[in-house]
């Protein structure tokens, strides 16, 4: 309602709509949503299929509980009230009414995201008037397993699954008619492929036609995933404007005109149309400025300083996610936690004042009591239960041996059956506990941590794939998925009877920083975790920083590039925290997570430097072209290198007459398959710059794909309004360049092709500008040798997951930011700086790391010290150690990963990798097969 | 726990238990997430386990090892489809092989008491320098290895079975090479060996042998 005050201290007012259920009490059993008389369009599926007046928003809700919304009979005219009387636990409160809170807040992150665009602002979209043109949104709930259709793709006139069916890009984007936005949604490509590759999926001869402009597929690994949708049988893609006519009133087919080269202008029946529907900034944008003070855009979205685009005009107030203006998951996971960390450096001075230690009960000893298994079976919603007999399951794992209780929960991961579990683990002694639900790769922490609630060691717990492994594998074959899942059941209790209690290793972390990379990204990231006091190494291989910035004059969101760089620079060196060292060559790295000693060699001087973390910022390169003449001829240059002239004010270039440029050189090719991200935006901001100082210049872009993506679609637009001609051009049948003597002026001939005009154009230039790529740096392999992390096809540094962990490495204790990730923008690469610094800030402001328990341990006894162990480590945690016994195998816990490959290498079974014992696995493998 | 964790006596403990194939999934080769590659350890014990069940008579295609990444579920229902149907066809583990259970699971269990000296073994003579699948590929598939580790595992491998055998009841010389598939001159001369070693007893009275 309200927000008062300034960093450090808001007064934030808020206002809280009743939900009517009292959430302490609902246990999200859905009785209400069965019971209740009133049938409503689900808000979630898009009002596809209907829900009841009280429901649960979706299934995977966080808290699990049910809502009523204001179609309610009780609360429109006061009659039915039948939910009260269904719900045992009398979690229905009808007299609640909205409540006030004042809350008192250091800083406020705005992360309201976006809305999708409404297709019924203009009526030549179709939506609503013809019954089977559909939103990708509507079409996203469709593909869903919890979806309207259980997954199935239907037709909403028939309910038939269509045969043909076509995707209409750029809707509401890339369009200055009313209603539309004139940005680059950035999404709607890549998304509209994954619907593709899963419609084909699902049916393999659906007939898939994309309609669609540039293909902007600028993303880490996107090149090869619209290669991929692009290659199955029967897809698709057509480079046209499409508009929708009408429906054939037979069949309900939506008819579809659009034009391309070859057959002139045509009208198609699809049995369905999806609009690739853009992205709108959040509907109550407005209201969000006024209260919380901040400024937006011309377009809605929040307005930010390309030096710093987490921060908003209002100190104390910042932004993170698609507010920010459009964009994709892994930018908006990395500016939450670039937000977290400049809320770091607001409140570093009050970091820990309020935070408690989690208190766990006391841990049972229960390690000589003989195992007392309890198996939860989870429904997970209608995933596991529409397939496997979920009771019937209950009453097998009742049967096998060492199991003293079992039953069956909805959700097994809810924040009610976690305590479900926790109080019957307690009520009925048991000490190790089997959940049959879904793959442990994302809720095993959860369930470790009701396990501790419980007083029961984490490890005793097992977890049985019944959904991953079962239910979505076999979902048309209910009786042999049952059996199956009672299978997975037995053999994970037959395990789980042999688990045994495990510590985990506190360890102590050194809060010192090293940075590998003097570029932005590098002394963003070193800036901000300095800020909050921790010391910072900062490493610069050349002899001053800058990176590549240095050449970069200007970006198109008007940000002074060499003025932010000098404060940047003189930031760094001012303060106190920050280590620099120039002309830096690493050539040792030991330790691990919280404690590594790495060796840089300055200048013959060989200094040790002790840190906690790492953070590599290494950048990347710009391709040498081999191709169109580079080198040979001095009227050509790189993108890049034209930036500098021009903002040298280089007269040769600026009075030219004719400048072309070329894009996608060196890079979406066999040998570098991937786009440079970059490079459309630098040519337009080139061409634009140039137009400034010369109108009369002829500047000619020839292109394969216009990537002008986000707020950069504008400037392209007012390239092409100031007359830079774009010509596009097929990889098959590239430009070709040519220096010619014309009059006894030496002029570049560059003749491409014009498919418009079906002829090929020759151009001359005074100048040639080529789109270079971006490659990855030259030391990327010893650096990632060091450092023991791995990198993507592309060469670029491979995140611990392209989506969730974008600035992780799967190597603890070591984070990633910058261009060495993949190539991208300055507002981008400050975006991902202050992303990783917000990471290892989570990780320094805990005194210690938890390292795992289940690694590898010697059994003295048995070890003969034949150093088997010894040669399969490929971490170094294993070596000799004098014992009173003689000399035998130790394991450092701390080096170990638990991959056991030592556990099949020793030939005396004395090395045992903890929690995948012999004897645990062997258990499974025997209780495999039943007699 | 990487795929390389998988080991020998996993394998051959599945099939003693009765399975009729064991598939092995791991990470696609050079694209460990880690430093370990521990798929090419799995590649590796892939190959030797093959090599046991040629010695003990059964199909090696009955163990089949398909490197993927997480992302590949369509690949990995396409390997087990496929993996599926050859072990349908091949029926029962013994049945294509003309072996009975009881044997089948003998001979299995006198391969699972060699684990350790294979152990040993591969460390010595049967680690492959280069990280490469076809560096691992044609290194098993060298004829010098493959009589290397046929001398030396190939004796091996037959006393074990016998003593498994006579453990269960006392044999005459050509009953063992009858029950084994093993040649009688092979089966007298592991005899000769096993009772100067005193592991093995001639009973003169009922011709047979026994434990010592």
Known sequence: ?931 | MCSGRVDLEFILRAFSTGQDGVFIGGCNLDECNYVTHGNYDALANTHIAKRILEHLGLNPERLRTRFMSGADGNLLAEYTDDFTKKIQELGPLGKSEGMGVKLVKLKLDAARKLVPHLRLVERQKLRVPVKSKDAYDQFFEDPGINRFFDDIFGDKLAISQIMSLLGEQALAAGDIAKKLGLSPSAVSRHMIYSSRHGFVRYDTTSNRYALA
């Open chain 1, 1 to 931: 309602m309200s927000v008062e005050g300034g960093p450090g201290d808001f007064t934030v007012g808020l206002k809280t709509r009743p939900r009517y259920i009292i959430e302490d009490k609902c246990t999200g059993c859905t009785t209400c949503v069965e019971y209740c008389p009133v049938e409503y369009p689900d808000q979630f599926n898009q009002g596809i299929s209907q829900n009841k007046a009280v429901h649960v928003y979706f299934s995977q809700a966080i808290p699990l509980v049910s809502y009523i919304d204001d179609s309610c009979l009780k609360l429109k005219e006061n009659k039915c009230d039948i939910c009260s009387g269904v719900c045992k636990t009398g979690a229905i409160d009808f007299r609640q009414t909205p409540s006030s809170t004042i809350i008192n807040t250091g800083a406020v992150i705005l992360s309201s995201g976006i809305t999708p665009f409404d297709p019924l602002v203009r009526d030549e979209y179709g939506y609503k008037k013809f019954l089977n043109v559909v939103t990708s949104m509507d079409y996203e709930r469709l593909l869903s397993s919890t979806g309207p259709y259980e997954g199935e793709v239907l037709r909403p006139s028939n309910k038939a699954v269509p045969q043909k069916i076509a995707w209409i890009q750029c809707v509401g984007s890339r369009r200055v008619t009313k209603g539309d936005n004139s940005y680059c949604s950035g999404v709607c490509c890549t998304y509209t492929q994954k619907q593709v590759i899963l419609t084909k999926h699902h049916y393999k001869d659906v007939k898939c036609t994309i309609f669609h402009n540039d293909i902007r597929s600028f993303g880490k690994d996107f090149e090869r995933y619209f290669q991929r949708a692009e290659q199955l049988p029967g897809v698709e893609f057509v480079r046209s404007y499409a508009s929708i006519e009408g429906q054939n009133p037979d069949t309900k087919a939506v008819v579809v005109r659009y034009a391309t080269a070859h057959d002139g202008v045509k009208s198609e029946e699809f049995d369905m149309v999806v609009l690739s529907v853009g992205i709108n900034p959040p509907a109550a944008h407005g209201k969000i400025s006024t209260k919380f003070g901040v400024n937006l855009n011309s377009h809605g979205f929040c307005d930010t300083d390309s030096s710093n685009p987490i921060k908003t005009n209002r100190p104390g107030i910042f932004v993170s996610g698609a507010f920010q203006g459009p964009t994709d998951i892994p930018e908006s996971v990395f500016t939450a936690s670039g937000a977290s960390a400049q809320i770091g450096e607001l409140l570093n001075y009050r970091r820990g004042k309020l935070a408690r230690e989690r208190q766990y009960p006391q841990e049972l000893d229960l390690s000589c009591d003989k195992p007392r298994i309890g198996v939860f079976v989870c429904h997970c919603g209608a995933n596991i239960s529409s397939v496997v007999n979920v009771p019937s399951t209950v009453d097998y794992a009742l049967t096998l041996p060492n199991v003293v209780y079992a039953m069956e929960q909805i959700f097994s991961c809810a924040t009610n059956s976690a305590r479900e579990i926790t109080d019957l683990a307690r009520e009925k002694g048991l000490n190790r506990v089997v959940i049959a639900a879904c793959s442990p790769r994302t809720l095993e922490p959860l369930f470790r941590d009701t396990l501790r609630e419980a007083g029961l060691n984490q490890y005793y717990l097992d977890m049985a794939n019944i959904r991953e492994h079962c239910s979505w594998v076999h979902a048309r074959q209910k009786d042999v998925a049952t059996q199956k899942a009672k299978d997975i059941v037995r053999m994970s209790v037959a395990r789980a009877a042999c688990l045994e209690p495990l510590q985990e290793f506190d360890l102590p972390v050194n809060k010192a920083v090293l940075v590998v990379g003097g570029g932005i990204a590098g002394m963003v990231c070193a800036q901000s975790i300095a800020t909050q006091g921790h010391e910072v190494y900062l490493i610069e291989k050349t002899e001053s920083l800058g990176g590549m910035a240095g050449k970069i004059y200007s970006t198109l969101e008007g940000l002074d590039v060499q003025t932010y760089l000098s404060s940047l620079i003189e930031k760094i060196y001012k303060n106190p925290l920050i280590h620099v060292s120039h002309g830096a060559i690493i050539t040792d790295v030991a330790g691990y997570l919280g404690n590594f000693t790495t060796t840089v060699e300055t200048c013959g001087r060989i200094q040790t430097i002790k840190h906690g973390v790492s953070v590599l910022a290494i950048g990347a390169d710009v391709y040498t072209p081999s191709e169109y003449l580079y080198g040979e001829n001095d009227k050509i240059f790189t993108h890049i290198d034209l930036g500098e002239q021009i903002a040298r004010g280089n007269r040769e270039i600026i009075d030219a007459q004719s400048l072309v440029m070329i894009q996608c050189v060196g890079c979406r090719n066999e040998d570098k398959n991937y786009c440079s991200r970059v490079c459309c935006g630098h040519a337009v901001k080139n061409a634009l710059n140039l137009k400034e100082k010369n109108p009369q210049m002829r500047i000619y872009i020839l292109f394969r794909d216009m990537r002008t993506y986000g707020f950069r679609e504008d400037a392209y637009k007012e390239a092409g309004e100031k007359g830079v001609q774009f010509i596009r051009y097929t990889p098959e049948d590239k430009p070709l360049v040519e220096a010619v003597d014309e009059g006894g002026k030496q002029i570049l001939r560059v003749t491409v092709p014009d498919s418009i005009l079906g002829q090929r154009l020759e151009l001359d230039a005074d100048i040639l500008s080529l789109a270079a790529a971006v490659i990855p740096c030259e030391s990327v392999n010893e650096i990632a040798r060091h450092f023991k992390v791995t990198l993507s096809p592309d060469g670029f540094f491979k995140e611990a997951h392209v989506k969730l962990k974008p600035v992780e490495f799967a190597a603890d204790g070591v984070f990633l930011c910058g261009t060495a990730h993949y190539p991208k923008h300055i507002p981008e690469t400050i975006n991902q700086a202050y992303g990783a610094a917000g990471r290892v800030l989570t990780l320094l402001s805990r005194d210690t790391v938890v390292a795992s328990g289940s690694v590898a341990y010697v059994k003295d006894y048995d070890c003969v010290a034949c150093g088997a162990c010894i040669t399969a480590c490929a971490y170094d945690a294993i070596e000799f150690c004098d014992t009173p016994g003689g000399k035998k195998a130790f394991v450092n816990p701390i080096l170990c990963k638990g991959d056991g490959l030592c556990n099949a290498k020793c030939p005396t079974n004395a090395i045992v990798l903890k929690h995948f014992t012999d004897d645990a696995l062997a258990s499974q493998i025997d209780a495999a097969i039943t007699n």
